[in-house]
């Protein structure tokens, strides 16, 4: 087979303890899933179901990188997340054996145009040009999951420039790493490679040029982004 030309790179993770790395497939995130921070963007959790974003592996970043102040806002904000990497196929898995499809967990920024999102809402239209941009994924390497060990009241923190933004615990979601990855395998033939972002704590807050982010949950490698000055033609 000849191509037209060379294909995007093949967007990959660094894994804890193996020098193979995590080929990244598809990009879920799961909107509202600490109720603090549901209450702090003025909505409610959503009870009956957990609700989904995607962004698609262009906006893949590793931790550690410096990006520019995305385009396009005026309030760019951080949004510190609990990330679950799935490593086997779950199609239509019930909750019982949902954790099976599981490879292992990262620490991750889902990074958002608030504004744009905030005018997506207000008229019903869809948040992809909120969420889905170049380098808006950042995620720290995986660990696997049996080195995790049960996901419980780990602590997931983020500071900016030192100053803590986000703290909370892994138990306050509302949707657990089991509901979630069951859920989305009813609409979704999910497929190792897959990365489910599990939702933010509150906190969430606007970065400018020259801002240090730094997240941590307990037990997984930190998370770092350096937000740069926008980019220029
Ligand atoms: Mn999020």
């Given amino acids: 087979m000849t191509l037209l030309f060379a294909p995007p790179p093949q967007p990959s993770i660094a894994v804890v303890g193996e020098t193979a790395r995590f080929p990244v497939g598809r990009i879920f995130c799961v909107g509202r899933n600490y109720a603090d921070h549901a209450k702090e963007m003025g909505a409610e959790v959503d009870r009956e179901a ?8 262009a906006s893949l970043t590793e931790s550690g990188a410096t990006i520019p102040y995305a385009r396009g806002t005026a309030d760019f904000h951080h949004e510190m997340e609990f990330v679950v990497a799935i490593g086997t196929p779950a199609f239509d898995v019930p909750v019982e054996r949902a954790m099976e499809a599981v490879y292992g967990y990262a620490a991750g920024l889902d990074m958002t145009r608030r504004d744009l999102q905030a005018a997506a809402k207000a008229k019903g239209k869809p948040w992809d040009f909120a969420k889905n941009f170049e380098r808006a994924a950042v995620i720290a390497p995986i660990v696997k999951k049996e080195d995790f060990g049960p996901v419980a009241s780990q602590a997931i923190t983020l500071t900016v420039d030192g100053v803590t933004r986000q703290a909370s615990r892994l138990d306050a979601m509302v949707w657990s790493v089991a509901e979630l990855v069951s859920h989305l395998s009813r609409f979704y033939r999910l497929a190792p490679g897959d990365l489910i972002y ?32 926008a980019e220029t033609v």
């Fill in 50 to 57: 957990p609700f989904y974003f995607l962004k698609d592996t």
């Fill in 198 to 229: 599990t939702g933010t704590p509150a906190g969430v807050g606007p970065v400018v040029p020259g801002n240090r982010i730094h997240g941590e949950i307990a037990g997984l490698p930190p998370v770092d982004l350096t937000i740069g000055p």
